[in-house]
C-alpha cells in the first residue's frame, strides 16, 4: 500500500546549505564551496532552524559547531545528498569512450590550454574533449570530470592524484605606449593600477618585495577592477593601466610586443598550477594519454618561463 501521508521536506535551498555546513563545520569555508558570502551561509541557516524550530548549530568564537538535535539530522541528511550526487552524476555520465571532460578556470583555459589544444586533436584524433570552467575546488564526486586543472598548495585529499604542472611566476605588465606616456624617466603620469577579482594579494606581495620608492607610486596609483585576470591583462594591452602579470599565461603576448614587463621583477609564487585526477570511479580511456601530454606541455612552459626571469 502506497505511503498516504504527507511529506514534510524543508525548503532546499537552506537544506543544501545545512549539508555544506555540516559537512564542513566552518561558516567560511562552506561560504567558500557555495561561491557565496558567509553571512549568506548564516542567513540560510537561520531560515531552516526558523522553519524547523529547532536549533541545528551552536555558535562561538572559534566557529560552529552541531547540536544534537543537529547532528541526529545530518545523520540523515547527508547521506540522502549523496545518493542525489550519485544519481545525477549516473544520469549525466556518458559512456565511458565518451568525452573526456576537463575542469579548469577560465583565463586558464583560454590562455594556455585552449591554444594548445589543437596539437593534441592532431595526435589523437576523434578524441573529444569538453572542457568546463569553474573557480572551486574540483569535487569528482559531485562534478562530473575526469581531469581537473587547479592552482593550489599543499596537500590534495587521499582519493585524488595530484602532479604539479608549473609554478606561478607573477610580474607586471603593460602596453608599450603606457610604459612610454607613465613610466619613462621624469613622467609624472599618475598610474593606474588592474586589479583581478582573485589575484589581489599578487600586487600586495610584489608591491612588499619591490623598491620602496616605486612601491610607494603604486600605492598612489589609482585602480580598476576586473572579474578575472583575462580581463586585466586585455585592460593593459589597451593602454589602461599595469595588470599583475602570469608570465606563464602570456608567453604569446609578450613574445609579439603587445605586453611588455616594465620592471622585470618576477616573483615566484607559492602556488601551482596542478593536475587533478581521482583515484577511482569511473575512468575515460584517454585520461591517461591525454595527462601524459599536458604534463609533457607543462614541461615546455617551465623552460619558457625560466628564460624569462
Known sequence: MADTRERFIPPLNPLRFFDVVARTHNLTTAARELNVTQSAVSRQIAVLESYLGVELFRRSRHGVKLTPAGARYAERILPAFLDISSATNDLVSGPT???????????????????????????????????????????????????????????????????????????PVCAPSYCADHLSEGSNERLRLLFARYSHADWEDWLARSDPSLARRMEQADRSSYSISLLAWRAASQNLGIAMGQLAMLTEEIDRGDLIRPFGRPMKRDAAYRLLRPRSGQKHGMRDVFCDWLLNEAASTRKTVEQLW
Not at 117 to 127: I, M, N, R, S, Y
Not at 137 to 150: A, G
Open 97 to 171: 569512450d565518451g568525452a573526456l571532460r576537463v575542469r579548469t578556470y577560465t583565463t586558464f583555459a583560454t590562455q594556455w590550454l585552449l591554444p594548445r589544444l589543437a596539437k593534441f586533436e592532431q595526435a589523437q584524433p576523434g578524441v573529444q574533449i569538453d572542457i568546463v570552467t569553474g573557480m572551486r575546488d574540483v569535487d569528482f564526486t559531485r562534478d562530473n570530470v575526469h581531469v581537473s586543472i587547479q592552482s593550489g598548495i599543499g596537500e590534495v585529499p587521499e582519493d585524488e592524484i595530484c602532479t604539479t604542472l608549473f609554478h606561478d611566476v607573477i610580474d
